[in-house]
Structures are given as structure tokens and as C-alpha cells.
């Protein structure tokens, strides 16, 4: 299997608010773009009128409640198209209510989606706390998604993501350690990586190998932030091209290629001031070249 074959390219339909979804789709074919992810999420109503943007008002409004309903539809539109319906990315912690839980399932399962984006549940505040006892209430917690998941034919699938407990290879281990790889996989956040600090790649991935269900693939790097009140700086971060990361994507690119099967890139670039169809050109493009796809043609 060549390596373009195990790594296709995907993205997320967070990072495309000035597109309806025939846009979206022409720009994924025109780009080589094959999976897609919904953004099931209510727009709040005081963002509705305001320009377009990644976590504000989008052109797509998908609701959950139209996912369920129209998801057949959509479903059936995306593979005409030739692209995969791949996972929802709901704002979903695994402590969430039942009537809720049961809602963004549905929605997945109708969207032709085999999973469904899961975060851990949150740990306590700023505070010191007993972590024992909150590994063993998350634990608890994801296999009762987990059990509602499967009664829909979905995977969930933990994020590692900055200010969750799963922001790190070790921490993320300890929440899946239990659970049968078929049932819940891993996204490798390679922003967050470069967010959370200098993390080996080949450790990383050998950490949660049996896990490692795709990636989400942008770029972030530091940048110069203000001190504090006792003269100490902090530092900021900024979202980038891909190129520009702190973080060295093509080493994390061979290494997940290396575990020998289908993990989808999907791509999450948030460089502000650019418009989201230029981002997905701009990061398709590079990683075409990683991956050894023919150059697209272009949007």
C-alpha cells in the first residue's frame, strides 16, 4: 500500500465558515480532498450576523437537529461527490446528558459517519485535584458513551487537545488504555502538539499506536507574549501554515505512515487573516507533497 493510500487527506468543516456545503465539496475535489467532517453545533444567536468565522457564524448552518434529520441526504451527497462522510466533531465532553449524547449520535450515524468526536470529561478548574479519582469518573464516563456509540455502529474517538486531559501521548493512554481499539480511537492533534511542548513523535505514536484512529493536521507556533505582574513573560501562541509550525510535520507524517494502515490527515488550519478555502489549498498542497499525491489542480 503506498503511502498516499494509508494518509488520505480530509478536513474539517470548522475551518471553512464562508462555504455552503456544494462549495465545500467542489473545493475538496479540486484539492484532492476526500473526507469530510461535520461541524454539527448551534450557531449562538448573538453570532448569527456577524462575518463568518472558524467558532462563530457559519454559511453551513448544521445544526444537530438537521444532521439527524438530513444527514441521509447528506450523506448520499458527499459520496456522490466522491468524498467520504468520516466524523462529526461536536462540542461533546463524555460527562454529557443522555438526550443530548443520544442526539449527536444519531446525527452521526444518519450522516454516514462510522464515529463521533468525544472529549474527555473535564478535570476540575485551576485547582489541585485528586486525579486518581477523576481518571476513574472519566473512565466510567467514556464507557457509557462508548456502549451508546455502539448501539449506532459508531467509534468514538478522543481529541488530544490543549486543557483537556488528553493533551499528552501518557495522559491519553491512561482514559484508553481499557477499551478495545475497534471501540475508541485517538486523534493525534499535531497543533497541540506544538501547543503542549516538545513531544517525541516516535514515542508519541508508540504510546497510543493501537489507537491512533487520523490526525488533525495544522500549524501553531510561539510568539513573544506579555509579562505578568512580577516581570515574568508569557508566552503566546499563534495558529500558522503548516509550514511554518513549531512543530516538524513530515517527521509525525512517516511515523504514522509507519503503523501500516488508514489514518486520514485531516486538516485543521487556522492562520488567521486568510480566508478558509485559501488555508485548505495552502495546506493540501503541502501535504501532497508529503504523502506523494499528484499536485491538484486547484480551487
Not at 115 to 123: K, N
Not at 173 to 194: E, K, M, S
Not at 214 to 231: F, K, L, N
Request: with cysteine; proline share 7%; net charge negative.
Amino acid at each position: 500500500m503506498a503511502c498516499s493510500d494509508r494518509l488520505p487527506l480530509g478536513v474539517t468543516a470548522v475551518m471553512l465558515p464562508e462555504l455552503d456545503l456544494d462549495q465545500q465539496i467542489d473545493l475538496c475535489r479540486s484539492l484532492g480532498v476526500t473526507h469530510y467532517v461535520y461541524r454539527p453545533r448551534h450557531i449562538p444567536d448573538g453570532r448569527r450576523h456577524e462575518p463568518y468565522s472558524n467558532w462563530g457564524n457559519h454559511r453551513f448552518d448544521l445544526t444537530p437537529e438537521r444532521l439527524a434529520a438530513e444527514g441521509a441526504d447528506l450523506a448520499r451527497q458527499l459520496r456522490d461527490a466522491g468524498l467520504v462522510p468520516w466524523c462529526t466533531v461536536p462540542r461533546l465532553t463524555a460527562d454529557v446528558e443522555d438526550e443530548e449524547l443520544e442526539l449527536h449520535l444519531a446525527g452521526a450515524a444518519a450522516g454516514g459517519c462510522q464515529r463521533v468526536r468525544i472529549m474527555p470529561t473535564p478535570y476540575p478548574g485551576e485547582r489541585v485535584f485528586d486525579f486518581g479519582e477523576y481518571l476513574d469518573q472519566a473512565r466510567k464516563d467514556l464507557a457509557g458513551v462508548v456502549e451508546r456509540a455502539r448501539a449506532h455502529q459508531l467509534k468514538a474517538v478522543i481529541e488530544m487537545h490543549v486543557g483537556t486531559a488528553a493533551c499528552s501521548p501518557g495522559l491519553t493512554r491512561l482514559l484508553v488504555q481499557d477499551f478495545d481499539p475497534a471501540h475508541v480511537g485517538v486523534i493525534l492533534d499535531l497543533p497541540n502538539f506544538a501547543r503542549e511542548g516538545a513531544i517525541r513523535p516516535n514515542l508519541a505514536i508508540s504510546v497510543l499506536s493501537d489507537w491512533v484512529d487520523h490526525c488533525h493536521v495544522g500549524g501553531s507556533r510561539r510568539v513573544q507574549g506579555d509579562y505578568d505582574e512580577h516581570g515574568f513573560r508569557k508566552a503566546g501562541q499563534l495558529m500558522c501554515p503548516l509550514t511554518e509550525s513549531d512543530m516538524h510535520t513530515p517527521t509525525w507524517v512517516e511515523l504514522v505512515a509507519s503503523l501500516g494502515r488508514e489514518v486520514p490527515l485531516i486538516i485543521e488550519d487556522y492562520t488567521p487573516g486568510v480566508s478558509g478555502a485559501m488555508r485548505l489549498e495552502a495546506t493540501a498542497r503541502a501535504l501532497h507533497r508529503l504523502v506523494g499525491l499528484p499536485e491538484p489542480a486547484g480551487a
